[in-house]
């Protein structure tokens, strides 16, 4: 169950622009939270919102070094949630392709069935 | 921005466990709507409302034959969901794969230069 609040806190927090940019940027390398927040049009205080919610569900970290607070992306942060996306893109696949295995042993079979047909007619 | 603005609502739309297990549902082949209702423990039109999220963020289609309605997941529906989170995983393990190499240049570089001060003392 914990596991599924998680994904859940992740989708919500991932489905606001700025939070996700926010990922985007922290996926090319740390960086400081001012530095993190120049881009933004919007205070300081309000991007270290978006950072808090992003860290409570686990897809960043951030330390304090002297005044600094660098943060980073927990490498395993993004894991629950691609794991959730590729086992359905996995199922619904597998199920195409057993679908197209059906249709082409029907086709197959309608084929020979015909072909027999048509060897009687001779 | 019509590509980030369907991401938003794929991630909004997913942080709910109702629309997940949907989906989960979904990916195992297409299904009646009173079949998908059957598990939850909320009525029919709650069920249809979620089944309209889905289908507003492009995840879900619906088709209605006779009296029955029966979805089915969009093939495509999950992929630009899919591809946002690889591609930041994809940055950060590239990376973290520089990263490393960084690091087994400099121990090469200094095991190098240590093993020459050594040959000098002999």
Redesign the interface.
Known sequence: MLK?VA???S??A????TR?AI??RL???PAAVSDLARPFDMTLAAVVQHLQVLQECGLVRSEKIGRVRTCR?E?DG??G??D??????M??ER??DSLGEILAETAQEHHKSHTKKQGKRK
């Open positions: 599924y994904i859940d806190d989708f919500r991932l489905a606001e622009p996700r990922i985007e996926s090319r390398g992306l490498p993004l894991k949630l691609a959730w996306v590729a086992e359905r893109r199922l619904m199920r195409f």
